[in-house]
């Protein structure tokens, strides 16, 4: 029980540090989608390199809860 306790406080500590990372990606792209959008363009938004990063960065965080989950459901009978 001790190492899955572990274990799952690793992933879940690396899961939210991606969480904030997904964060910080989504602020920067909303950034660029208000200048976008107040020039009336706000479709502009979706070809730049930050909303790529964000999309990329929610990958990585599903995936990082994902792995969360599979350690969740793991856990060794008491």
């Known amino acids: 029980m001790k190492y899955w306790m572990e ?3 690793l992933v879940e500590a690396a899961a ?3 969480q904030a990372q997904e964060d910080a990606a989504e602020r920067r792209f ?3 989608h208000a200048r ?3 020039t ?3 479709a502009r938004a979706l070809a730049t390199q930050e ?3 964000w999309m990329a960065a929610r990958h990585d965080t599903d995936a990082a809860w994902g792995r969360w ?3 969740m459901n793991a856990r060794p009978a008491a």
């Open 51 to 53: 909303f790529a990063c």
């Open 36 to 38: 976008a959008e107040a």
């Open 7 to 9: 274990e799952l406080a």
């Open 69 to 71: 989950a599979e350690v």
């Open 30 to 32: 909303d950034e660029v």
């Open 40 to 42: 009336g363009d706000h």
């Open 16 to 18: 939210q540090r991606i």
